[in-house]
């Protein structure tokens, strides 16, 4: 049986991330790895999670499976955070997962059991994983336009264009907030514009919110999603916890279903639990629990909101560095978007051939489209990225 197997093409980012480790250089900067990072270069257990993890140590009593769909109580908590007050609770399926993706993959298998033949519509460029794991399932999958290089903004009127051509039942990828890989985020108004071309096309949303928080704040980064749920009779939204809780080895994700009507609450369910089943069975609860817990101590939970706002923040000022610096070099607020972007990451919108020069001549090391994690920054390092984009001819 081995024998039929054939290489797998080699992930590029971790291919990164092993030439970052060899390269010998003081000077090196790892811009790739989509990870938050301090200013120190290390991704730091939070206060509030430590503290939740000392407790959850000396009350729990069993190991004991969870329920398919995981624990209610974590879903219920996580729900609240994501979805606020339009979170429909008669119409509310949810189920545990292994981190974001593992939502982004039982959403997926949900979309293809109640749909065979719906097409899935991602933003181009979207996080790679999305378009990797619809080939694997055998989503059929169309493209629309979203980041405009020239303005380093959304596209908006190509992306409503593109998707104007959809059909009734097609599933649409969207970003909650934070868009990965490229910074750039719709507006509320775009939020609602979008509401409204899904109801009058016949569309499906699929949210997948992986950085409430890290953009303008835990509410803020969710208005828009939020916009689109209370107008849209069904939607999937995929949630993690991996950045804003930092429990990436954790595996901690939420997938939630509307379903059209109450009537159909109980069976969307019961699909999704199913789906667990025939996939890993019971979902993870240590991260889970350690979410739940926070989420309902109100000094635990006020801790982490502090804790999360100055991550938030300290990004937002490496951002504005970053443009302040490079505005200082060219004498031209080009990379202005750099500040106006949110989230970990921005397009720089550098060549494939210019990646590689600043990989080459300055050790800076980010994705070949020049997706770079704007976290793997610090004040030491942003002026020497502004020399190396510079110096390219970026």
């Not at 970052?20 to 989509?34: A, Q, S």
Request: hydrophobic share 45%; aromatic share 6%.
């Amino acid at each position: 049986m081995m024998n039929a197997l054939t290489p797998q093409a080699p992930d590029k980012i971790l291919a990164l991330m092993a030439a970052y480790r060899e390269d010998p250089r003081d000077t090196k900067i790892d811009l790739g790895v989509g990870v938050y990072k301090d200013a120190t270069g290390l991704t730091p257990v939070m206060r509030a999670v430590k503290s939740a993890e000392r407790q959850l140590v000396e009350i729990q009593d069993t190991k004991v499976y969870t329920g398919l769909a995981g624990d209610p109580a974590f879903a219920e908590v996580l729900s609240k955070l994501v979805l606020g007050d339009v979170r429909p609770t008669d119409r509310l399926a949810c189920v545990a997962t292994p981190g974001g993706t593992g939502a982004i993959r039982q959403g997926l298998e949900l979309m293809r059991m109640a749909a065979p033949d719906a097409r899935l519509w991602l933003s181009m460029p979207t996080w790679p994983n999305h378009p990797a794991i619809a080939k694997y399932l055998g989503v059929p999958v169309s493209e629309y336009r979203y980041f405009d290089a020239q303005t380093g903004g959304v596209d908006f009127a190509a992306m409503m264009g593109d998707l104007s051509s959809a059909t009734a039942g097609d599933v649409v990828m969207l970003h909650g907030c934070c868009h990965n890989p490229t910074g750039a985020n719709l507006t509320l108004d775009q939020w609602n514009d979008v509401a409204d071309l899904i109801i009058e096309k016949g569309l499906i949303p699929f949210v997948d919110i992986a950085y409430q928080g890290f953009g303008d704040g835990l509410e803020a980064d969710a208005k828009g999603m939020r916009a689109l749920i209370a107008k849209v009779p069904e939607a999937l939204i995929a949630a993690s916890c991996s950045k804003n809780f930092g429990i990436y080895r954790e595996r901690t994700g939420l997938l939630m279903a509307i379903a059209p009507s109450a009537d159909k609450l109980s069976v969307t369910q019961g699909a999704m639990s199913t789906l667990n089943r025939l996939n890993f069975s019971f979902p993870p609860d240590h991260g889970a629990r350690v979410v739940q817990m926070i989420l309902t101590d109100d000094v635990l939970r006020s801790d982490w909101a502090a804790e999360l706002e100055d991550v938030r923040t300290g990004m937002l000022g490496l951002r504005e560095a970053l443009a302040a610096a490079l505005r200082e070099r060219t004498g031209s607020d080009r990379f202005g978007f750099l500040a106006a972007h949110r989230g970990m990451f921005s397009l720089l919108g550098a060549t494939p051939e210019q990646v590689e020069t600043m990989r080459r001549e300055h050790g800076i090391y980010m994705v070949g489209d020049s997706r770079m994690n704007i976290a793997g920054l610090n004040a030491r390092t942003v002026p020497l990225l502004a020399d190396a984009i510079v110096a390219a001819g970026v």
